[in-house]
T-cell receptor
Framework: GAVVSQHPSRVICKSGTSVKIECRSLDFQATTMFWYRQFPKQSLMLMATSNEGSKATYEQGVEKDKFLINHASLTLSTLTVTSAHPEDSSFYIC?????????????FGPGTRLLVL | DAKTTQPNSMESNEEEPVHLPCNHSTISGTDYIHWYRQLPSQGPEYVIHGLTSNVNNRMASLAIAEDRKSSTLILHRATLRDAAVYYCILRHYYGGSQGNLIFGKGTKLSVKP
């Protein structure tokens, strides 16, 4: 159980185009999902927290107009990188929070590798 | 958020136990200790978490010092598939909710056949 998927797994796009990445919790409902970015040989950096039915909360330094997040259902959150540039090339990883009566645990997707040419 | 300190890298031999240390001297009473691992080119994988008592699951054991200022993740028999970066993260618990996961640099574990 607690499986999170991402689509696509990798994408190559031209500079100036927009790219949408989907994150799905396959066997549980997630009120909260998270988006991270990881550059080569670095650790994960939290970009934003996505709450179902409300606006996302962005971390300091992350442009909300550039990284559009939509969490329209309890199993799907999307990240759209608008007007992508080569510096946006990175490994984007989502996670979904599984809440039980006792605890909350984040489960991560396999990641999406974005290359902007 | 309280910080954790981990060795940059460790090596282990296959089928031997591995003890991955983590120091968190500024831990607060409501900080949970979480461990995740990340295999190359994959998203992190939840390993285990604890508060005060030692914890065991099918993947690993977590030994927490009595003063909670350090903890050790124990892999009982390392396999080649355990080669990964292991992250020790403190997650604050407040008002019925958990704080964000803040990833440090982790420990890169290499397993030799």
């Amino acid at each position: 159980g607690a499986v999170v998927s991402q689509h696509p797994s990798r994408v190559i796009c031209k500079s100036g185009t927009s790219v949408k990445i989907e994150c799905r919790s396959l066997d549980f409902q997630a009120t909260t999902m998270f988006w991270y970015r990881q550059f080569p040989k670095q650790s994960l950096m939290l970009m934003a927290t996505s709450n179902e039915g409300s606006k996302a909360t962005y971390e300091q330094g992350v442009e909300k107009d550039k990284f559009l997040i939509n969490h329209a259902s309890l199993t799907l959150s999307t990240l759209t990188v608008t007007s992508a540039h080569p510096e946006d090339s990175s490994f984007y990883i989502c996670s979904a929070e599984l809440r039980t009566s006792r605890f909350e645990t984040q489960y991560f997707g396999p990641g999406t590798r974005l290359l902007v040419l | 958020d309280a910080k954790t300190t981990q060795p940059n890298s460790m090596e282990s031999n296959e089928e031997e136990p591995v003890h991955l240390p983590c120091n968190h001297s500024t831990i607060s009473g409501t900080d949970y200790i979480h461990w995740y691992r990340q295999l190359p080119s994959q998203g992190p994988e939840y390993v285990i978490h604890g508060l005060t008592s030692n914890v065991n699951n099918r993947m690993a054991s977590l030994a927490i010092a009595e003063d909670r200022k350090s903890s050790t993740l124990i892999l009982h028999r390392a396999t080649l598939r355990d080669a990964a970066v292991y992250y020790c993260i403190l997650r604050h618990y407040y008002g019925g909710s958990q704080g964000n996961l803040i990833f440090g640099k982790g420990t890169k574990l290499s397993v030799k056949p």
